[in-house]
């Protein structure tokens, strides 16, 4: 009889830790690799595809940095949730709402003011309006016990159905000739590219020091010192005095306030007009999920893990194209990276060790 | 066993240990937190698979490779800190650990073994309640009737009566003896003396993982034990010198608190507490503490009544706040409250200190002073790790506790609030630590001790409070001769 037996495994090194990430991505790509077989393409051919188109060339990074926007400035604020153990499945939403409020503002105040005034300004709206959509479940879950997994989740399609009612209703714009979709921003309120691509720079920087700044507030401050007690042991928070409702919402405001961020960035840096949820946002909300977890849940590392999954979702793209996959590809690249990531974390703190003994 | 080795990270938890326990006997183990008892016992159990060494059952060598496979061999174990589901019936969890349990209706056939069996050894058990609703005592006897049920020749009882009242002590013992007699081995895990003494045939000490000594117990005393299990002599009666109270510090009226099942458990509960004095809250586990002691630190709500700390009205206030104006709490589910596991120690060295100045200006934590102040707890209540970069559930229980407490009482408060601090300690930390509570007594601080050890109440409080189902039924000085009725009024059938 063969028994499998598991005992936590206790000072893990980093190494370890690291090897424990390349494996798992090694193994992920593996099964990846039948898949792409039962597609009838060659994986290596398909794999190395997917790398070279997003990092293998000038454009192909230009590209690999302009979606890793997004997902830094998201996976750094769910680093920062998850800590709490605060399971906000919901920057899908958080990310739409703060770019209704950062095309309102755009919109609205944008022929008035310079571009020195209003570009800080939309920003600082869609943080406020990610930041709202983030408090919500934060009261939910603190004040009636409601599971923040359902909420968030739930918000995100309430966020997506009120922006299509917004673009097809009374903020259709003219110059779309009936087409779904708001006006054009004014000129000032759209952000500076870096020449020769679609980087918005601005956006950039911003999801750099976001993390950052993040990584110092978790690790030094006092509220990143009570939101880890909170989740490590919320009995323990409540013992030693933390209030919880405010710790979650401040949390929350910034996740969800980074996601909001997000938004600003896709709006007034790329599309320069609000559309369908779809094509403001092709999924970073759920793909930041994986980026915080591929991080360590250490706000600095999304910016790597940020423009890896930035990588795999431009050569996913590429592999449509030129190898005629169905764009659901992608999404199955990264839910399998997740799932071994998830068991690799488990490898992790847990020796498993096989028995044999005849009974 | 034969020559059990065992090491953790390069540290010897048992190092070449030979123990042998003959049928009909109670074997007593005894040694300091740390001592590598668990650790031993563990891998009797099969928890663990010894480094080296051999354990023999009859004289034939076997190999345990899990629990189950332990259990087959008629081992049976109950732990320290519980392995029942918190959420699922007495009968539930019987069940499950239940090597016959039917895969239909498993409930009815256990049910009538399990009364029959509670018939036997006089056990009174709710079988539909929720583990989460009984005592620590009830839990235990949940945890006893599965091994006993499973057929256990040997026992394992880990620490078994740091849990129990006097009373359920004392029936614990009875069906110990009545094991005794029908031919089965007990192995005894103790920090007490006393029992051990009063209940085993033999007694095996450990000292940091090795066999320090044995004796039979009809040949040795309590002094010579510990002498053994500490490395010199420990001191038993500490002195308590007599000290005029001061002023008032904390005030309870008419205190009234609902509990986790919705029932009234403090009852109408009204005392005053002074500046030098020590007021100790004995009684049976389960009547109104563990509610009384959270209600005054702010972590559960109060009914009715009032709280007030140097005058000030501090009822229904944040535990931060009830924190501020001076109240330590040290409480009695430790693992639960007192620690965040996944963090390291120097982080939960200031859990409740970290919003001090001295910890933390506006927004950022000063860690450097944070380290520093870890180092003095570690160093002063002698908790063992070898770093305080350390994950705080690395930590044995013992050594969680040592730190838990160092954070508690380093800050001088003016109220404490210790519910069983000596639980789990071993020998030598509870000596420091009675010695402690003394010294802040002289101090200026007041304490307020809940323990169901009596010899710990009379040693160091001034006061006693007898509490049942929530109501105190005397407040005496503690050397009042009418304790001597205390049993009575712990069990509820006398009231002064």
Known sequence: MITIKTTDRYNITAFRSFMTIILSLVAGLGVISIIFLMAGVNPLHAISEIFSGSFGSIYGFKETLTKAIPLILIGAGLTLAFRAKFWNIGAEGQLLMGAIFATWVGLTFGELLPPYFIVPLIFLAGFIGGGLWGIIPAILKIKYSINEVISTLMLNYICAELLTMLIVGPWKGKTRFGFPGTNNLPDSAILGLIPGSRIHYATLILAILCAIVLCVVIYKTRFGYEARVVGENPDAGKYAGINFLKTSLILMAISGGLAGLAGVGEVAGIHHYLGYPASVSSGYGFTAIIVAWLAKLNPLFTIISGIFFAGILVGGDAIQISLGLPAATVEIVNGTLLIFLIMGDYFLNHKITLQFSHT | ?496
């Open chain 2, 1 to 496: 066993m034969n020559a059990i080795s065992k090491s953790f990270h390069g540290i010897h938890a048992n190092q070449d240990i030979n123990l042998v326990v003959e049928s009909g006997e109670i074997l007593g183990l005894l040694g300091e937190n740390g001592a590598g008892k668990t650790t031993l016992m563990n891998i009797l159990y099969g928890l663990y698979q010894p480094d080296s060494g051999q354990i023999k059952i009859n004289g034939n060598p076997i190999r345990i490779n899990n629990p189950v496979e332990s259990i087959t061999h008629g081992i049976g174990m109950v732990h320290q800190h519980f392995m029942l589901i918190q959420n699922h019936s007495v009968i539930e969890n019987i069940a499950l650990g239940y090597k016959d349990t039917p895969f239909f209706f498993p409930k009815i056939s256990i049910r009538k073994k399990v009364e029959q069996f509670s018939k036997q050894f006089d056990f009174h058990m709710d079988t539909e309640k929720k583990v989460w609703q009984l005592s620590a005592g009830e839990q235990q006897r949940v945890e006893i009737i599965k091994a006993l049920l499973n057929g256990a020749d040997l026992l394992i009882l880990d620490e078994p009566t740091s849990v129990l009242t006097p009373l359920e002590i004392k029936e614990l013992i009875a069906i110990m003896r009545e094991m005794k007699a029908k031919g089965h081995m007990i192995i005894f895990i103790s920090h007490k003396l006393d029992e051990i003494m009063d209940i085993c045939d033999r007694v095996v000490v450990l000292q940091k993982g090795k066999i320090a000594g044995s004796a039979d117990t009809r040949n040795t005393d309590k002094k010579a034990l510990a002498r053994m299990m500490v490395g010199r002599d420990v001191v038993f009666n500490i002195n308590r010198e007599r000290l005029t109270r001061g002023e008032r510090v904390l005030s309870i009226e008419n205190l009234n608190v609902f509990g986790e099942k919705g029932f009234q458990v403090v009852k109408n509960i009204s005392f005053d507490l002074f500046k030098n004095e020590i007021f100790g809250i004995a009684g049976v586990s389960g009547n109104g503490q563990r509610e009384l002691a959270e209600a005054i630190t702010g972590i559960r709500p109060i009914a009715s009544g009032k709280v007030t700390i140097n005058g000030k009205d501090i009822t229904n206030t944040s535990p931060r706040h009830i924190y501020d104006n001076g109240v330590s709490h040290v409480p009695e589910e430790r693992i639960r409250f007192g620690i965040a596991p996944g963090l390291f120690l120097y982080d939960n060295a200031i859990l409740k200190q970290h919003h001090l100045k001295k910890f933390s200006k506006r927004y950022f934590l000063n860690y450097s002073q944070v380290k520093h102040h870890t180092n003095t707890i570690v160093d002063r209540f002698k908790v063992s790790t070898h770093s305080i970069n350390n994950q705080i559930r690395n930590l044995s229980g013992g050594n969680i506790q040592k730190l838990i407490l160092g954070r508690e009482i380093s800050e001088q408060p003016q109220l404490l609030v210790a519910s069983h601090p000596t639980y789990g300690l071993d020998v030598g930390a509870t000596e420091f630590l009675r010695k402690h509570l003394l010294h802040l007594r002289k101090q200026g601080s007041s304490v307020l001790l809940f323990s169901e050890d009596l010899e710990e109440i009379f040693e160091l409080c001034d006061r006693v409070a007898v509490i049942f189902q929530g109501e105190f039924m005397a407040i005496l000085d503690s050397d009042d001769e009418r304790f001597s009725d205390i049993g009575l009024m712990m069990a509820g059938s006398k009231r002064i």
